[in-house]
């Protein structure tokens, strides 16, 4: 993640699997890639006049490592993260480390699934969360992000 871009850069990272968008049961995550979700965030920056780094990793240890990089080099977080969200006490630590704000997005509706995923320990270190809008929901959340970062100012 760089500085040097003069635009507010927005990291958004994404948790395991993610990289089976559009192959991965499509009847409730679509069947738009994730090539897709990062063309809309490229988009979606371009207007907001933001940055964006675009990740994507299976691994805990990695996705931590990247937010742990954005501490003092980012101005916020988007985060999905995927498996991780009902499971990862360190990723939260991580978020919260960084005192940047943070947007948790999920593609579907976590709370109309399974049990075990309605829990988020990573809300926990989330300035809001969005989940059920499908991948359109990565826009509302660098919009969100946008705004927070604007009232900071
Ligand atoms: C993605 C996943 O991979 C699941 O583990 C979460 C989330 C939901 C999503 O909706 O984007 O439970």
Redesign the pocket.
Known sequence: MSLSSPLPLVAVLN????NMLGL?EPE??GRATLDDVEALCAEAGEQLGLAIDFRQTNGEGELISWVQECRGRAAGIVV???????TSIALLDALLSTQLPVIE??????HR?EEF?HHSFVSRGATGVI??LGIA?YRYALTAMADLLEAQE
């Open positions: 948790g395991p699997n993610m991965r409730l995550y999905n993260p995927a498996g991780y969200t009902s997005v999920h593609i579907t509706n976590i699934r995923r989940c059920g929901g």
